[in-house]
């Protein structure tokens, strides 16, 4: 089994920095996707930002300039750095790890972490 635990969201005011991470444990012989989805109340989830093994990234138009996403391949652990945060930047972040492989697996698999929330206000 793998689980997904994500840490650091809070509450900042705008134009503050917060940094997420989320870390992959289990039985994992790689990874091809890791990244960051957030859902505002009311709202889809929506893409924030997505790096693969190899360091491509991608990005919302919305925190291009703002976020960068990070990984840490031999711990299995990715990053969001955000700084100047927005009120639109509130909701509750996910992380996603995607292709996924592992022992006895035929397949690549894709996890969830639980969510950790932020909140930009004043």
């Known amino acids: 089994q793998v689980q997904l635990v994500e840490s650091g969201g809070g509450l900042v005011q705008p134009g503050g920095s917060l940094r997420l991470s989320c870390s992959a444990s289990?039985?994992?012989?790689?990874?091809?996707?890791m990244g960051w989805y957030r859902q505002a109340p009311g709202k889809e989830r929506e893409l924030v930002a997505v790096?693969?093994?190899?360091?491509?990234?991608n990005y919302a138009d919305s925190v291009k300039g703002r976020f960068t996403v990070s990984r840490d391949n031999p711990k299995n652990t990715v990053y969001l750095q955000m700084n100047s945060l927005k009120p639109e930047d509130t909701a509750v972040y996910y992380c996603?790890?995607?292709?996924?492989?592992?022992?006895?697996?035929?397949?690549?698999?894709?996890?969830w972490g639980q969510g950790t929330e932020v909140t930009v206000s004043s």
């Open positions: 289990g039985t994992i012989l790689s990874i091809n996707a």
């Open positions: 996603n790890a995607d292709g996924i492989r592992s022992t006895g697996w035929i397949r690549p698999r894709a996890y």
């Open positions: 790096i693969t093994n190899g360091g491509t990234t």
